[in-house]
């Protein structure tokens, strides 16, 4: 099933448990016999940091011309919920997150799946940038 992943995102993990963990919701762990596992959230802060690092330091050099105030715009554009989920639907993530039937029940995930069509309206900035 990772292997899906990796061919979808073209990248091979090295760590195959490390994606397992980075795909283990908390209501899974919850549902699933065992103790010591863990879900994706300690992950997921990390991520979080990361990504926020990697979007500043790409729009920093790709735009020099940009003011800090015009560069925060524009990540907070690459990196909302929303952007994201729409990455997540590109690689139908959600085929491979692992759930608890009651947050697949309550609508989990529910980012990536198919939303209604919104309009989308970027900021100006986008336009200049």
Same mark, same amino acid.
């Given at each position: 099933?990772?292997? &899906?992943?990796?061919?979808?995102? =073209?990248?091979?993990?090295?760590? @195959? %448990?490390?994606?397992?963990? &980075?795909?283990?919701?908390? +209501? $899974?762990? $919850?549902?699933? &016999?065992?103790?010591?596992?863990?879900?994706?959230?300690?992950?997921?802060?990390? =991520?979080?940091?990361?990504?926020?690092?990697?979007? &500043?330091?790409?729009? $920093?050099?790709?735009?020099?011309?940009?003011?800090?105030?015009?560069?925060?715009?524009?990540?907070?554009?690459?990196?909302?919920?929303?952007?994201? %989920?729409?990455? %997540?639907?590109?690689?139908?993530?959600?085929?491979?997150?692992?759930?608890?039937?009651?947050?697949?029940?309550? /609508? /989990?995930?529910?980012?990536?799946? @198919?939303? @209604? +069509?919104?309009?989308?309206? @970027?900021?100006?900035?986008?336009?200049? %940038?």
């Amino acid at each position: 099933m990772h292997e &899906a992943l990796e061919e979808i995102i =073209g990248i091979h993990f090295s760590h @195959p %448990a490390l994606l397992e963990l &980075a795909l283990t919701h908390r +209501s $899974y762990i $919850y549902e699933a &016999a065992g103790e010591g596992k863990s879900s994706n959230e300690r992950l997921e802060f990390l =991520g979080d940091s990361i990504l926020a690092m990697i979007s &500043a330091d790409f729009l $920093y050099r790709v735009y020099p011309n940009l003011t800090e105030g015009e560069l925060t715009d524009v990540r907070a554009v690459l990196v909302r919920t929303e952007t994201l %989920a729409d990455f %997540a639907r590109a690689i139908k993530l959600n085929d491979f997150l692992m759930m608890g039937k009651g947050e697949h029940i309550t /609508g /989990g995930g529910q980012l990536c799946l @198919p939303l @209604p +069509s919104r309009p989308s309206s @970027p900021p100006s900035i986008l336009t200049r %940038a």
